[in-house]
């Protein structure tokens, strides 16, 4: 029998060459023979599989083997078949083992992610998509264990294969999916595509492959992994989502933007009633094409025929994908053929509005507007006007003295810190909310979660996790409930900020605001004392400072109050708590601090007790109490908040540097003080040796050293689950996961000779039901 | 004769219904009130901030003994002999095998359970975040020498001597 020649701990995504060894078997080789490589794994029984790729041996005198970081430490065995052809073309080739080899990977001594992939799972062609599809990406990672890998799809308009990273520089969709890499080294995240196809789109066809006229029948995507922003690699093969906007040659006069209902039947067209013309106007009635958030404006509107009667205009900001609506006038009196409307200002709240994704949306910055114009008591059809590239006004967010920031912290550096604390798990959320609300239509079948509400509550989300990370500390689960079942309630189940009394028209709505909040015209004389006492002191402050956001902002007092805690300009800009994060961080805020009532969140929800029903005395009496207790009792099930890591955010409790932890001291420690016998201590006897060590901080169940990257985040590395397949090391710390009759697991460090956990081990087991399940890990710190 | 002996049966019926009636109000008040519990909830506080409100016992002089019977102690340490096949790896008295001692320290809570003698004793075993309080349920008798001493963890399935 020959041999094979190659390395017997590749070392994992790096590719090895294995080869004949010529000079041991020199005797044995036939010239006509050929040489056919098959991989074999070890398996739990004892046995042998062969894993040879779809079964097809590679073939030579040399060939190339790499390994992945899920098999780092695991047996396999190279086994090399000599084929002999015949010398005559009838007799049958012979074939025979010519060698073998066992091989062991190791782990890369360097973090990296060695391979990215995406593709369309369960489907017949992986590579092909619809909008309503949910791609997976993977990363195949070596020594990243516990570490979150940052996925960010792209589109490509490259010609060609491979990603030019140039050509692609503008088509990044403004979301990032998170995975976590599990045991076997792979981080998947799930891009859920719906949830994103506007904006998706949106990039998608905005810019074209070089000699194209448009995006053609399908978006061609593919993504980057990135470990820290590092260590990029993309996927090679690009999944194609068919472009839903592809129509081959449009009809030029097909309506482009269907025109808003306004009746319960199609009106139709009034020929004495006519809308001609609209577009934006400054206080002069000029024509405006350009405009700063910040700004006031006005609406110019032409009609024919329709004096006396009333329209409403429209503002809509572009999008290619579908538009969103930023304000609405009230109702209107054409009072001549051409009028100038009241003037609105296109305040930040107005802005946000067209923003989908935050600061990574590419209408964070500028955005587009149109008008609608809508006839109300006429049968006129309502008309959009100024939605071709010629019409459109311009709308850019600047930095000036006369704009407002909704979210100041977000442009100074701070606000590039990763926010850490409060980290909501977005899709166990949203599908476990679809189950604890189901909606059914009419045949009782289950109608899907919106993708605004469920865009709504990814933002709140987001909000929620930056409002903690700001104030560095962890949220309060039920706290976190409680506000999302009250926003629940009162946005009326779309979590989108929302504006009191909207339901009324403009002039009932404002009597309704003087009448509750003005000092002056308010209903009775308590009620203007009420406002008075509420610093709501002119004639005209009801009307001005009625209830907005999530939790009804209401008084000058508290608008005041809010502005001094977020440095935004509530009091002069009260649309500004009408954006969606600050809504979030007023509701935080003004609940744990008893802002609104003077009782706080914590007077009725802690970490021990919860009372969801009398919660809604922070907000308001036990008005509408019962059913927010209802919905929080629901939306806590659909919780899962990350392990806070806020205070890991600070350097205090960072991975320790390597210099920090000595092994030799953690194993003195444990060898010095383990007692005679078990007394079932074995977390509190490694927890001290690591302490000796130098990592402070760490606590918890033996389990917990196996189930969570506990370890890991200090700065060990998970080096296998095999213990036969590992060379020990002194300072190797090994930790058992809960079995039968175990809850707690087991955990114990090598001291260089023996196991020693509160007592030096006779054995690697201490029950038997851990060598039965076998569930453990090996983690060791690498200098 | 007859309307005497069902007068005399009428009285014990209505007595012995008034006792029944009374009884669970007046136990219930003994417990709270009586200073045999006191003492027993101040052996367990005395217990638990002793061993666990730090990584070594408060008083070294003191041990397992001083608070825990010889039963107990005994079961523990048949189940913890066989260092090859340990029946239980963790301390019962805590339900794990590591805590923070200052996070029991200020959150140690002990209770009068419903049944005489027995009491519970909760606490935050690491005070982490969402960390469900950990309940230990003991039964406290006197021994011979009026020491008041855990008889029994009767939440856990090996050493509720059930």
Same mark, same amino acid.
Request: aromatic share 10%; net charge positive.
């Given at each position: 029998?020959?041999?094979?020649?190659?390395?017997?701990?590749?070392?994992?995504?790096?590719?090895?060459?294995?080869?004949?060894?010529?000079?041991?078997?020199? %005797?044995?080789?036939? !010239?006509?023979?050929?040489?056919?490589?098959?991989?074999?794994?070890?398996?739990? =029984?004892?046995?042998?599989?062969?894993?040879?790729?779809?079964?097809?041996?590679?073939?030579?005198?040399?060939?190339?083997?790499?390994?992945?970081?899920?098999?780092?430490?695991?047996?396999?065995?190279?086994?090399?078949?000599?084929?002999?052809?015949?010398?005559?073309?009838?007799?049958?080739?012979?074939?025979?083992?010519?060698?073998?080899?066992?091989? /062991?990977?190791?782990?890369?001594?360097?973090?990296?992610?060695?391979?990215?992939?995406?593709?369309?799972?369960?489907?017949?062609?992986?590579?092909?998509?619809?909008?309503?599809?949910?791609?997976?990406?993977?990363?195949?990672?070596?020594?990243?264990?516990?570490?979150?890998?940052?996925?960010?799809?792209?589109?490509?308009?490259?010609?060609?294969?491979?990603?030019?990273?140039?050509?692609?520089?503008?088509?990044?969709?403004?979301?990032?999916?998170?995975?976590?890499?599990?045991?076997?080294?792979?981080?998947?995240?799930?891009?859920?595509?719906?949830?994103?196809?506007?904006?998706?789109?949106?990039?998608?066809?905005? *810019?074209?492959?070089?000699?194209? !006229?448009?995006?053609?029948?399908?978006?061609?995507?593919?993504?980057?992994?990135?470990?820290?922003?590092?260590?990029?690699?993309?996927?090679?093969?690009?999944?194609?989502?068919?472009?839903?906007?592809?129509?081959?040659?449009?009809?030029?006069?097909?309506?482009?933007?269907?025109?808003?209902?306004?009746?319960?039947?199609?009106?139709? %067209?009034?020929?004495?009633?006519?809308?001609?013309?609209?577009? *934006?106007?400054?206080?002069?009635?000029?024509?405006?094409?350009?405009?700063?958030?910040?700004?006031?404006?006005?609406?110019?509107?032409?009609?024919?025929?329709?004096?006396?009667?009333?329209?409403?205009?429209?503002?809509?900001?572009?999008?290619?994908?579908?538009?969103?609506?930023?304000?609405?006038?009230?109702?209107?009196?054409?009072?001549?053929?051409?009028?100038?409307?009241?003037?609105?200002?296109?305040?930040?709240?107005?802005?946000?509005?067209?923003?989908?994704?935050?600061?990574?949306?590419?209408?964070?910055?500028?955005?587009?507007?149109?008008?609608?114009?809508?006839?109300?008591?006429?049968?006129?059809?309502?008309?959009?006007?100024?939605?071709?590239?010629?019409?459109?006004?311009?709308?850019? $967010?600047?930095?000036?003295?006369?704009?407002?920031?909704?979210?100041?912290?977000?442009?100074?550096?701070?606000?590039?810190?990763?926010?850490?604390?409060?980290?909501?798990?977005?899709?166990?959320?949203?599908?476990?909310?679809?189950?604890?609300?189901?909606?059914?239509?009419?045949?009782?079948?289950?109608?899907?979660?919106?993708?605004?509400?469920?865009? =709504?509550?990814?933002?709140?989300?987001?909000?929620?996790?930056?409002?903690?990370?700001?104030?560095?500390?962890?949220?309060?689960?039920?706290?976190?409930?409680?506000?999302?079942?009250?926003?629940?309630?009162?946005?009326?189940?779309?979590?989108? %900020?929302?504006?009191?009394?909207?339901?009324?028209?403009?002039?009932?709505?404002?009597?309704?605001?003087?009448?509750?909040?003005?000092?002056?015209?308010?209903?009775?004389? $308590?009620?203007?004392?009420?406002?008075?006492?509420?610093?709501?002191?002119?004639?005209?402050?009801?009307?001005?400072?009625?209830?907005?956001?999530?939790?009804?902002?209401?008084?000058? $007092?508290?608008?005041?109050?809010?502005?001094?805690?977020?440095?935004?300009?509530?009091?002069?800009?009260?649309?500004?708590?009408?954006?969606?994060?600050?809504?979030?961080?007023?509701?935080?805020?003004? =609940?744990?601090?008893?802002?609104?009532?003077?009782?706080?969140?914590?007077?009725?929800?802690?970490?021990? !007790?919860?009372?969801?029903?009398?919660?809604?005395?922070?907000?308001?009496?036990?008005?509408?109490?019962?059913?927010?207790?209802?919905?929080?009792?629901?939306?806590?099930?659909?919780?899962?908040?990350?392990?806070?890591?806020?205070?890991?955010?600070?350097?205090?409790?960072?991975?320790? /540097?390597?210099?920090?932890?000595?092994?030799?001291?953690?194993?003195?420690?444990?060898?010095?003080?383990?007692?005679?016998?078990?007394?079932?201590?074995?977390?509190?006897?490694?927890?001290?040796?690591?302490?000796?060590?130098?990592?402070?901080?760490?606590?918890?169940?033996?389990?917990?050293?196996?189930?969570?990257?506990?370890?890991?985040?200090?700065?060990?590395?998970?080096?296998?689950?095999?213990?036969?397949?590992?060379?020990?090391?002194?300072?190797?710390?090994?930790?058992?996961? !809960?079995?039968?009759?175990?809850?707690?697991?087991?955990?114990?460090?090598?001291?260089?000779?023996?196991?020693?956990?509160?007592?030096?081990?006779?054995?690697?087991?201490?029950?038997?039901?851990?060598?039965?399940? $076998?569930?453990?890990?090996?983690?060791?710190?690498?200098? | 004769?007859?309307?005497?002996?069902?007068?005399?049966?009428?009285?014990?019926?209505?007595?012995?219904?008034?006792?029944?009636?009374?009884?669970?109000?007046?136990?219930?008040?003994?417990?709270?009130?009586?200073?045999?519990?006191?003492?027993? &909830?101040?052996?367990?506080?005395?217990?638990? @901030?002793?061993?666990?409100? +730090?990584?070594?016992?408060?008083?070294?002089?003191?041990?397992?003994?001083?608070?825990?019977?010889?039963?107990? @102690?005994?079961? &523990?340490? +048949?189940?913890?002999?066989?260092?090859?096949? @340990? &029946?239980?790896?963790?301390?019962?008295?805590?339900?794990?095998?590591?805590?923070?001692?200052?996070?029991?320290?200020?959150?140690?809570?002990?209770?009068?359970?419903?049944?005489?003698?027995?009491?519970?004793?909760?606490?935050?075993?690491?005070?982490?975040?969402?960390?469900?309080?950990?309940?230990?349920? #003991?039964? #406290?008798?006197?021994?011979?020498?009026?020491?008041?001493?855990?008889? +029994?963890?009767?939440?856990?399935?090996? @050493?509720?001597?059930?």
């Amino acid at each position: 029998m020959g041999a094979i020649t190659g390395n017997q701990n590749p070392i994992v995504g790096e590719t090895n060459s294995y080869g004949i060894n010529l000079f041991g078997a020199l %005797p044995f080789i036939s !010239s006509n023979a050929s040489y056919e490589w098959y991989l074999f794994k070890k398996q739990k =029984s004892g046995g042998w599989m062969d894993i040879t790729k779809n079964g097809v041996p590679k073939k030579g005198m040399k060939v190339d083997y790499k390994f992945f970081e899920p098999v780092a430490g695991e047996l396999f065995e190279i086994r090399v078949f000599e084929v002999v052809q015949g010398l005559l073309p009838s007799v049958e080739p012979s074939k025979k083992l010519f060698g073998k080899l066992e091989v /062991t990977p190791a782990s890369s001594r360097n973090a990296q992610i060695d391979k990215v992939v995406l593709f369309n799972r369960g489907k017949k062609d992986i590579n092909r998509a619809n909008y309503t599809d949910t791609l997976v990406a993977q990363a195949f990672c070596t020594g990243l264990f516990g570490k979150e890998i940052e996925f960010q799809l792209w589109e490509d308009d490259a010609a060609g294969k491979g990603h030019d990273a140039a050509v692609n520089k503008n088509n990044k969709i403004p979301h990032v999916f998170k995975a976590t890499v599990n045991e076997r080294g792979i981080a998947e995240a799930k891009i859920l595509l719906s949830a994103d196809e506007k904006i998706m789109r949106q990039v998608a066809n905005k *810019f074209l492959m070089k000699g194209d !006229s448009d995006e053609g029948a399908n978006h061609e995507y593919y993504v980057t992994a990135t470990y820290l922003g590092k260590g990029e690699k993309a996927s090679q093969i690009n999944v194609l989502a068919a472009n839903p906007d592809y129509q081959p040659k449009p009809k030029t006069d097909s309506p482009k933007f269907p025109a808003t209902s306004t009746g319960k039947t199609p009106k139709q %067209p009034d020929a004495k009633g006519k809308i001609l013309d609209a577009y *934006f106007a400054d206080a002069g009635g000029g024509k405006l094409t350009k405009v700063q958030v910040g700004k006031k404006v006005q609406v110019k509107i032409k009609t024919s025929g329709m004096v006396g009667k009333h329209v409403q205009y429209k503002v809509w900001e572009y999008d290619l994908g579908s538009n969103d609506l930023v304000y609405e006038s009230g109702k209107i009196k054409v009072v001549n053929d051409l009028i100038l409307t009241g003037s609105f200002t296109i305040s930040q709240g107005t802005f946000g509005k067209g923003i989908d994704f935050g600061s990574m949306d590419s209408d964070s910055g500028k955005q587009n507007y149109f008008l609608e114009v809508i006839p109300i008591d006429v049968s006129a059809e309502s008309q959009k006007f100024g939605v071709n590239s010629d019409g459109l006004m311009e709308v850019e $967010k600047v930095r000036s003295p006369t704009t407002v920031n909704p979210t100041p912290e977000k442009d100074d550096k701070k606000s590039d810190k990763k926010a850490d604390c409060c980290i909501i798990d977005e899709e166990y959320f949203l599908k476990n909310y679809e189950l604890e609300f189901p909606k059914k239509n009419k045949q009782g079948k289950l109608i899907p979660l919106s993708n605004s509400v469920k865009n =709504s509550l990814r933002r709140m989300f987001r909000s929620i996790s930056e409002y903690y990370s700001n104030e560095k500390r962890c949220c309060n689960k039920y706290h976190i409930a409680y506000l999302l079942a009250t926003a629940k309630l009162e946005t009326g189940h779309t979590f989108d %900020p929302v504006e009191e009394a909207n339901w009324l028209s403009a002039n009932v709505r404002k009597k309704y605001f003087q009448e509750m909040y003005d000092p002056v015209l308010g209903k009775s004389d $308590k009620r203007k004392k009420m406002a008075k006492d509420n610093e709501n002191t002119k004639e005209g402050d009801g009307e001005k400072y009625y209830g907005r956001g999530y939790v009804q902002l209401t008084w000058k $007092k508290n608008y005041r109050k809010m502005q001094e805690k977020f440095g935004v300009n509530l009091v002069d800009n009260r649309e500004n708590a009408l954006n969606h994060e600050l809504a979030v961080k007023i509701m935080i805020y003004g =609940s744990e601090k008893g802002v609104f009532t003077g009782r706080k969140l914590s007077d009725y929800i802690t970490n021990n !007790s919860k009372d969801y029903y009398n919660a809604r005395r922070v907000i308001n009496g036990v008005d509408q109490a019962a059913k927010i207790q209802g919905y929080a009792e629901k939306i806590e099930k659909c919780l899962k908040i990350k392990e806070c890591n806020c205070k890991e955010s600070s350097s205090k409790s960072k991975p320790q /540097t390597k210099e920090k932890y000595n092994i030799e001291a953690a194993v003195n420690y444990i060898n010095k003080n383990a007692l005679a016998k078990s007394e079932g201590a074995c977390a509190k006897y490694v927890r001290k040796a690591i302490n000796a060590g130098g990592i402070a901080n760490i606590f918890g169940h033996a389990t917990e050293y196996y189930d969570t990257d506990k370890l890991v985040k200090y700065g060990f590395t998970k080096v296998g689950t095999d213990i036969n397949s590992i060379t020990l090391k002194k300072g190797d710390i090994a930790a058992f996961g !809960s079995v039968k009759g175990h809850p707690y697991g087991h955990v114990a460090m090598w001291n260089g000779t023996q196991w020693v956990s509160d007592f030096k081990q006779k054995s690697f087991w201490v029950a038997n039901q851990y060598s039965t399940d $076998k569930k453990y890990a090996i983690y060791r710190w690498n200098n | 004769m007859k309307i005497i002996s069902f007068l005399i049966v009428s009285f014990f019926f209505i007595y012995c219904k008034q006792e029944t009636k009374i009884n669970p109000h007046s136990v219930t008040g003994m417990v709270q009130e009586n200073t045999h519990s006191k003492e027993a &909830i101040k052996m367990l506080r005395d217990f638990y @901030l002793n061993f666990y409100s +730090s990584d070594e016992p408060l008083d070294k002089k003191k041990s397992m003994k001083d608070f825990v019977s010889s039963r107990v @102690l005994k079961r &523990i340490d +048949s189940l913890t002999k066989n260092p090859e096949n @340990l &029946i239980i790896d963790y301390d019962p008295f805590i339900k794990g095998q590591d805590y923070n001692g200052e996070s029991i320290k200020k959150s140690l809570e002990i209770k009068p359970l419903k049944n005489n003698d027995e009491y519970r004793v909760s606490f935050l075993q690491f005070g982490g975040q969402d960390e469900a309080k950990t309940n230990i349920d #003991v039964l #406290v008798k006197k021994d011979d020498s009026g020491k008041f001493l855990i008889y +029994s963890i009767i939440n856990d399935e090996h @050493l509720n001597f059930k």
